[in-house]
């Protein structure tokens, strides 16, 4: 599989263990994992031929760790973006001192009256580094990176989770707790 392939497959993935899981006849379990099995023949009933091989390499090769596998290796989940109600089972955390959110402009007048909202996904997602939060915000045109004063919002009683792949979560982060880079 060449990397246009990878990406095309990685989208299709994210989309159907994040957002719309029942389109392809899928149910996420406890935890949001689905049976491996269950996923390759729900991807090849539409038209996705993937092989057990080929769906470790994507797990493997996905530059953000998007999915990740189980101990055993039979069930697989999106670590983190999801839109469907599901609970990831993360274990609250102390996160670094600072953390970041990459955005945009156009979205500052808005996030200082009302800090960081999780929007749809479940959780306001914050990278640990300048250079993540930059990818992240670049997405949606030149980005803003604002510093997250996560030591003190966490001191506050806000709950902090990490990722399985480094994407720090928490549920808002109030104007008070945030700056410019
Ligand atoms: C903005 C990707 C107005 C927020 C990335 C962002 C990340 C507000 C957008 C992951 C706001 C939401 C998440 C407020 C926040 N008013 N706008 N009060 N609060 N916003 O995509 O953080 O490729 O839901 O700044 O790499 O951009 O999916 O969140 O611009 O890890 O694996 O509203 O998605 O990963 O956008 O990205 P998103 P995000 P994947």
């Known amino acids: 599989m060449n990397k246009n392939d990878n990406v095309k497959i990685s989208k299709f993935l994210s989309k159907y263990l994040r957002h719309d899981p029942q389109a392809i006849g899928l149910e996420l379990q406890e935890g949001g994992w689905v049976a491996v099995d269950d996923l390759l023949v729900a991807c090849a009933r539409h038209n996705l031929m993937l092989t057990h091989l080929e769906l470790a390499e994507i797990v493997e090769s996905s530059d953000k760790k998007r999915f990740a596998f189980d ?67 670049g997405r949606r045109g030149k980005p803003v990176v604002l510093v997250v004063d996560a030591a003190a919002l966490h001191k506050a009683g806000a709950v902090f989770y990490e990722s399985g792949n480094g994407v720090w979560l928490v549920d808002q982060v109030p104007p008070g707790y945030l700056k410019e880079l």
């Open 71 to 137: 101990a055993t290796g039979t069930l697989i989940r999106a670590q983190q973006g999801h839109s469907v109600p599901v609970d990831l089972q993360l274990t609250p955390l102390a996160p670094p001192a600072v953390l970041y959110h990459g955005t945009v402009a156009a979205a500052l007048p808005d996030i200082w009256r009302e800090g960081l909202q999780k929007m749809s996904r479940h959780h306001v997602h914050l990278s640990p580094d300048v250079e993540t939060a930059q990818r992240v915000g």
